[in-house]
């Protein structure tokens, strides 16, 4: 079990956790969002794949408030619903993003940080935890990903794979409803793949909620409860990841597993 006080987040009348609604986005011409609808049940794992540039990093930075979307309706059952289609109010939009954690692909540690200060930098800034529950709550975690005799190390003394399972406890340390993980594995050595995607199958284990952009295809079919096909700002196709991944319904969904599989 999961070291940290975790209740897993209530669903609403609907079933989900969260529940994206005609999601759009565009940069300058280049519209890479065009009205995504998804949606997650607590407890469940949304693998999102397709291919290089088809939005799913765009759609996880919107999630997370790192990107404004310019239209579309993103609620978190629980916490806020906020309409990007009309005026967003700056504390729903805080409310939101405080709602989900990310990890990164080149995992964004503060390199003049320690581990041990990269971990508890949010839950004391942004939780406003008092320094010593957020010390316990990380030394902790970092003992359950194997990290606890690198607390005081800086990232760049740490291997890639290390410096992902920080990432991943710096974001478990904030106790959100919905880990966001983007192509966490894609810039590890392939040694280092495993240790990182063992972590990440703890947690589907343990009932969080996690949406995760990958290419690992068989990771997904293993962990994920649905895939979500993306390609060319749309969703494609989703659904068991039996069917998506083994008998796509949809030409370009089957075009792309076939070339990964
Ligand atoms: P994926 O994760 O599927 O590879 P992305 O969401 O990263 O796709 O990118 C989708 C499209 O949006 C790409 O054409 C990319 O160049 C463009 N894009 C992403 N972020 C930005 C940005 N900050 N500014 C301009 N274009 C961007």
Redesign the pocket.
Known sequence: MSPIEFTPAAAGQDGNLLTVTGLSKA??E?V?LKSIDLSIKPGQVTALI??????????LRCLNGL?TPDGGIVSVTGGPSVDFGGKVHARDLSDLRDQSAMVFQHYNLFPHMTVLQNVIEGPIQVKKMRRADAIRDAESLLARVGLADKKDQYPFELSGGQQQRVGIVRALALKPALLLFDEPTSALDPELVGEVLGVIKELADEQWTMMI?THELAFAREVADEVVF?DGGVVVERGHPDTVLRNPRQKRTQRFVQRLL
């Open positions: 940069f300058g280049n890479v397709g291919p290089s540039g088809s939005g799913k990093t765009t759609v990107e952009v993306m």
